[in-house]
Nanobody, 122 residues
Framework: QVQLVESGGGLVRTGDSLRLSCAAS????????MGWFRQAPGKEREFVAA????????DYADSVKGRFTISKDNAKNAVFLQMNSLKPEDTAVYYC???????????????WGQGTQVTVSS
């Protein structure tokens, strides 16, 4: 079992930046892929970004491409999401995920964190 803890969420204004962090513990050797999904009120959880543990592949939702950057620190078993030029429509709970699936980076994860709230005011 992998335990994931997110941090870095908050209340910001349109155009601001935030950096989310996700620290992993437990069976981290099973993490071949890590990434982020988000869920806005009344909506389904949607893919945001993912990265393979080797760092050789990344993928982004079209809605965040060019504004968000995913990165990782293998030594710290951590993944990060740098979010720039934030918009009100980015408001959501952001969930970190991890699993062994590298065949399809946009697939839902099997292990999840508790989530961190990001609110962007207009």
């Amino acid at each position: 079992q992998v335990q994931l803890v997110e941090s870095g969420g908050g209340l910001v204004r349109t155009g601001d930046s935030l950096r989310l962090s996700c620290a992993a513990s437990g069976r981290t050797f099973s993490m071949y892929r890590m990434g982020w999904f988000r869920q806005a009120p009344g909506k389904e959880r949607e893919f945001v970004a993912a990265i393979t543990w080797s760092g050789s592949r990344t993928d982004y939702a079209d809605s965040v491409k060019g504004r968000f950057t995913i990165s990782k620190d293998n030594a710290k078993n951590a993944v990060f999401l740098q979010m720039n030029s934030l918009k009100p429509e980015d408001t959501a709970v952001y969930y970190c995920g991890a699993d062994r699936n590298v065949a399809f980076l946009r697939a839902r994860f099997t292990s999840w964190g508790q989530g961190t709230q990001v609110t962007v005011s207009s």
